[in-house]
Nanobody, 124 residues
């Protein structure tokens, strides 16, 4: 039974950088599209970034384009999210997820595997 575990979330100040990581275990996720979602208090879970199984194509939400970079290392069964120029509105619990869909799905219902989330808090 596969699972995903996020790490790296913490309290930072506006303008700081932070890298989140997601480690897969129990199975290999190199055949899956991987994504990061986030959910702020009182808000719906929203798509942040996604990456194809080969790592060749990436897709980002408009709110993070130019600031966040998603990457994956299939040999290590991990995916990362590099976040630069963080803003208070980036504050949320960040989740990694995996799906067999190959068309950059942004609907959380499509994803088969989820991590428990890691908290990112950005103060002004």
């Amino acid at each position: 039974q596969g699972q995903l575990v996020e790490s790296g979330g913490r309290l930072v100040q506006a303008g700081d950088s932070l890298t989140l990581s997601c480690a897969g275990s129990g199975r290999t996720f190199n055949n899956y599209f991987m994504a990061w979602f986030r959910q702020a208090p009182g808000k719906k879970r929203e798509f942040v970034a996604g990456i194809t199984s080969s790592g060749e194509l990436m897709h980002y939400a408009d709110s993070v384009k130019g600031r966040f970079t998603i990457s994956r290392d299939n040999a290590k069964n991990t995916v990362a999210l590099q976040m630069n120029s963080l803003k208070p509105e980036d504050t949320a619990v960040y989740y990694c997820a995996a799906t067999s869909n190959r068309l950059f799905p942004t609907n959380p219902a499509i994803y088969l595997y989820w991590g428990q989330g890691t908290q990112v808090t950005v103060s002004s």
